[in-house]
């Protein structure tokens, strides 16, 4: 099946195959929605428990799984897991036309209007299961990697997390994972970013000292993830751009490669229109895509092309948040459902509701997510594992959550008219995003 934007609906008419379950044959536009649980495997035998990253180049795997944060018997597999089964229930209701009645209720809790536009959002989840559910698998990490890796007995490539979102062609993914919170951090929810390449170019510039410090640190992606402890956030975000241009790091000062700090060619690590062409691992070292420094690399190539397109541009600069394009918009907006939601739906319960935690500054990275699935890409840190308010609604008003989520999703595609109400911190404004601008890039990722 593939989705179909309100202005493309037409054309796909024709196609007898895309069936939309109960409902009349091209009665109703149809989006894919993939909810993606993060996390799954397990990191326990560095030995056996492989982490996402398998190199073709070195035959190895680059790291051990990242198989997120705990504390005492909460985890964060678990937690997200069973809030995005939620989500994808309620994101079902929308398949059928009993489900589209209940679904319709949840909408008219938000919005002012009572008649809002028919659509299937048909959702998909990525995992259903953790490595808690086979412990004796030989490989328990085999269903929750993000990139390709070699099947252990046969060697045949299997694919990652992230080829099979894309083999799906959605429209959104919808990423829930949580955070640990340090000593006085209030908890909350907040945005993952990744920036485009007009913000790599611009750090690769300042390393070269073609541009000035200040085009960085006084602009909106200044606060990079500290992933290098006791290096700056400038420092970091040099790194983070290396990674991204060359498959190494940089050393602390930005001008050279560190080549012991490998983290491979990841738009080859998937499976996808962008990744090179066959025996691509010869150019290594070469002047070109795989040169290991500034001055003899070149962005040349299918995945390159990509990342220096429009689409590439809207999907992750500027946009409706200043900055982050639809990636910022989309996960910002589901955050404010979220913090608008809550309250609504527990106060027609007559039941107290939790006061929510902020919506923090955003994450900025090379994050895989945001970059190398083909569509928009709602990343969302939804909250801390160690503070009991996150907690709380994320189980015990897990039903309301997700109904916020999914009604977020509704807006994203259709929009929405929210009841304003000024005594919440947010209110979500309810706007769509504009597909059609991307016309068929989201189905051309295979």
Known sequence: MVFLSFSRFRKFLLFPLIVLFSLPLGSVPVFRIVVDPGHGGIAKDPKTQH????????????????????????????????????????????????????????????????????????????????????????DPNAAYRLYDFPDPKTGVRRKGRLSKINELKPHLVLSLHLNPASKGQTGGMGAVLTPGFKTFSQIKKISEKKKSQNSFVNGPWSEWLIFQSGWSKLENATADTWIYLHGYWSKKSGKETDVSKFEGYRQNMVSWKYADDANWEKQIGKPGPYATNHEDFLETGKFWEREKGKKEEWRREGGKEGFGGDNHYVTKELMRFVQYGLPVQLKEKNSPYPELGPIQKPYISTYSLPTYTNALCAFIEIGYVNRNRDIKYLTQNKKETAISLAVGIYSLFVGLDVKKIPSLPYNPKGKKVNLERYETYFDDVL
């Open 51 to 138: 982490g996402d990253k398998y190199d073709s180049v070195t035959q190895t795997y680059l790291e051990t799984y990242k198989q997120g944060t705990e504390h005492g018997n909460i985890t964060e597999r678990k937690v997200v897991l069973d809030l995005a089964k939620e989500v994808h229930r309620v994101l079902k209701l929308t398949e059928t036309e009993a489900g589209w009645k209940e679904f319709e209720g949840y909408l008219k809790l938000f919005s002012k209007k009572t008649d809002f536009p028919r659509v299937t959002l048909e959702s998909k989840l990525t995992r259903e299961s953790s490595f808690d559910d086979d412990p004796s698998s030989d």
